[in-house]
Structures are given as structure tokens and as C-alpha cells.
């Protein structure tokens, strides 16, 4: 379960000589994400989606406020959470010269997990995300869809029991995000908790069981789909997000 209190992180402004001069990215931000649910963190870009989930993963320090992750805290436990968590960044990052396989083993083997334990779960994963065609094939070269699957593998390599995406599905085709979005959906039955970013209403609408609405920095709303459509009058997630925005403060 993640847990999101209070948030905020400003970052100085590109070449400002006063380090007073600053950006506000997040700002008083709070939210939860449960176990076995898929929660979604919907905003345009810009919105603030990418910096909350790098504080999540204890990838930079939030200025202030608190957040767990499993009950350990994202500045005080570290460690623990990054063993707890699986982490997807919005950029697939992955070695052009390594293969499929090398990479994930080598993130598997910084998890700690032995040579046995690494090849058993590349073998279930290897067949989970249907890598069979290019595993062994250096990643130069690969499709987005091909990259996305090699980041989600090394996300959840050491068996995660927390999962964060950051617009997992950015540059997919429709099978693949089809695909993925059906792999979000057992990893939910499973028991995972899981959080992704998006800017696509339509994905939101169809994947969430709970959504935290953000713009500016800051939460508008956070809520079931059914009670983001109650609490703001409207039928459609676009419209309602609208709304959202415009009852802000």
C-alpha cells in the first residue's frame, strides 16, 4: 500500500542566480494506493505525475511531507523500500548493448536475488510478457513496445509486492498497450498494488479502481471513478476532469 501525505518538492529554476528562485512541482499533495487495486495518477504533462512517483521511489527527497510505502517511510527506510517496490520510469532507460536477458539479470542480481532465483523468474517472465522473439537480441534496435516489456520485466524481477509505472503505455500500439493493460490487471488480482501515471482518459477510465486527479502540483481530487463522476456531475472522466480542475482553489 502506498501512502502519500502532504507532498511538496520545488526545484530552482534552469540558471536562476537566486536559489530562492524556484519552480514548485508538487505541492500539499495526498493520496493512497491499496493492495490489489490499479490506482491512477491522471494529469496533462507537467502536471507533477513524474516527480510524486520519483519521490515514491525514494529516487529524490520530497522538501516536505511523508510517504510510505508497505508502512516503511520513502526517507527514513530507503533500502527496504526499494526491495518492496518495482519501479518503471516514464523512459525505458535500458542498455542498447546488452540483450533483454542481460539486462534483466543484471537488475535482478542488484535485488539480490542468486543465479538460481534469476533464472527462474526470467523464465516466468520471458513467458508472462511473451519476450521469446528478441531475448537474446541486443536491445539496439528494439520497438517501443519491445523496450517497455524488458523495463516491466526488470520492475518486477524480485517479485515486488508495490508496482509504479510512469506512463507505461507512452509510444505503444494498441495491441501492446492492450496487452500490458491486461498484465496491470493480474498483477491486481495477485494482490499487487499498483500505481501508474497518465494523461490518457480513456486508459484511466478503463484500468482504475481508484483515481487521484492532478494539475499544477497539486491533488483535485481523489476518488473512485464512480465517485469522481458522482462528486463532480459529470458522466464522461473528461468532463469530469474539467470540473475537477476548475474547482481547485
Known amino acids: 500500500m502506498i501512502i502519500a501525505e502532504g507532498l511538496h518538492k520545488s526545484f530552482t529554476k534552469p540558471g536562476a542566480s537566486n536559489k530562492e528562485d524556484k519552480v514548485v512541482a508538487v505541492n500539499n499533495v495526498s493520496f493512497s494506493a491499496r493492495d490489489g487495486e490499479v490506482t491512477g495518477l491522471l494529469g496533462p504533462n507537467g502536471a507533477g505525475k513524474s516527480t510524486t512517483l520519483r519521490m515514491l521511489a525514494t529516487l529524490i527527497k520530497p ?37 533483454a536477458r542481460e539486462n534483466i539479470t543484471y537488475y535482478a542480481r542488484l535485488c539480490g536475488l542468486n543465479k538460481k ?15 521469446q522473439g528478441f531475448i537474446d537480441r541486443r536491445a539496439l534496435g528494439y520497438s517501443q513496445g519491445q523496450k517497455t516489456k524488458v523495463a516491466l520485466a526488470r520492475a518486477l524481477v524480485h517479485q515486488p509486492q508495490t508496482i509504479m509505472l510512469d506512463e507505461p503505455t507512452n509510444g505503444l500500439d494498441v495491441m501492446a498497450t492492450r496487452g500490458l493493460r491486461e498484465i496491470i490487471r493480474e498483477l491486481a488480482k495477485q494482490g499487487h498494488c499498483i500505481l501508474f501515471s497518465s494523461h490518457i482518459m480513456q486508459e484511466v477510465a478503463a484500468l482504475c479502481d481508484h483515481i487521484a486527479i492532478i494539475s499544477d502540483g497539486t491533488i483535485a481530487i481523489a476518488d473512485s471513478l464512480e465517485g469522481i463522476h458522482r462528486r463532480t456531475g ?4 473528461e468532463d469530469a476532469f474539467v470540473r475537477a480542475i476548475g474547482e481547485q482553489p
Open 234 to 237: 459529470e458522466s464522461d472522466l
Open 63 to 99: 522538501d516536505a511531507g511523508n510517504a510510505t510505502i508497505d508502512g516503511h517511510h520513502v526517507v527514513d527506510d530507503v533500502f527496504t523500500v526499494r526491495n518492496q517496490l518495482g519501479f518503471m520510469p516514464h523512459n525505458a532507460g535500458i542498455y542498447p548493448r546488452l540483450t
Open 117 to 131: 532465483a534469476t533464472t527462474r523468474r526470467l523464465d516466468e517472465l520471458i513467458e508472462q510478457l511473451e519476450m
